[in-house]
């Protein structure tokens, strides 16, 4: 790439896959942030249990094969996608190993979930590996009763203190995706590039 400054990639992974970068290019691994629609946003959520998908789906088992306790939200615009976000417990998020996002998808939907105050349920690609530690309980394998098993385990912990937590390290993560949190990243960037 040796037309290219600087390189901006949405997590380390992706960026370790590269190959051909040299020590004069600029390399920076910068998150995707969420939108501060999202701030001040207060839905009541539903009584039982609710967990959404916010995307499209794609050609894959999960998706064909979908849970009748997961609900689809496909190609909602912004001012409705923050307050439909706000109305489910847990966001799910997954992407296959055998495509191409996989690897290098920006971590969206983890920074739609910590802006909502949900849990989260994830496949473990390279987008949200920067933010999850290896042991996360949440952690989805491409098995569809691992998936069925993960949801049980969320329904018997719905409400108790074991829930708040999934939630809170969830939450926690929002000023990570914060672009005033990030300002610093991009400031650094364009100061070395005009060196």
Same mark, same amino acid.
Request: no cysteine; aromatic share 16%.
């Given at each position: ?45 539903? %009584? ?17 094969? +979908? ?14 996608? %923050? ?16 495509? +191409? ?72 993560? %929002? ?21």
């Amino acid at each position: 790439y040796p037309y290219i400054d600087a390189f901006i990639f949405p997590n380390t992974q992706y960026k370790n896959m590269i190959k051909g970068l040299s020590d004069n290019q600029i390399i920076s691994v910068i998150p995707h942030h969420y939108d501060h629609r999202f701030d001040g946003i207060e839905v009541a959520k539903t %009584k039982d249990l609710s967990v959404g998908y916010f995307g499209v789906p794609y050609q894959d088992f999960y998706f064909d094969n +979908k849970p009748n306790w997961l609900e689809f939200n496909i190609r909602l615009d912004i001012d409705k996608l %923050k307050y439909k976000a706000q109305e489910y417990h847990v966001h799910f998020s997954h992407r296959s190993p055998s495509i +191409k996002d996989f690897y290098l998808k920006p971590a969206t939907k983890l920074a739609i979930a910590a802006a909502s105050n949900v849990a989260f349920m994830t496949s473990k690609d390279t987008s949200v590996m920067d933010f999850l530690p290896e042991d996360y309980p949440l952690f989805i394998s491409e098995d569809i009763d691992d998936l069925n098993s993960k949801y049980e385990l969320l329904k018997s912990k719905f409400g108790t203190n074991e829930w708040k937590d999934y939630v809170g390290f969830i939450s926690n993560l %929002k000023d990570k995706f914060d672009l005033n949190y990030q300002q610093k990243d991009y400031k650094e960037l364009f100061e070395r590039l005009s060196e």
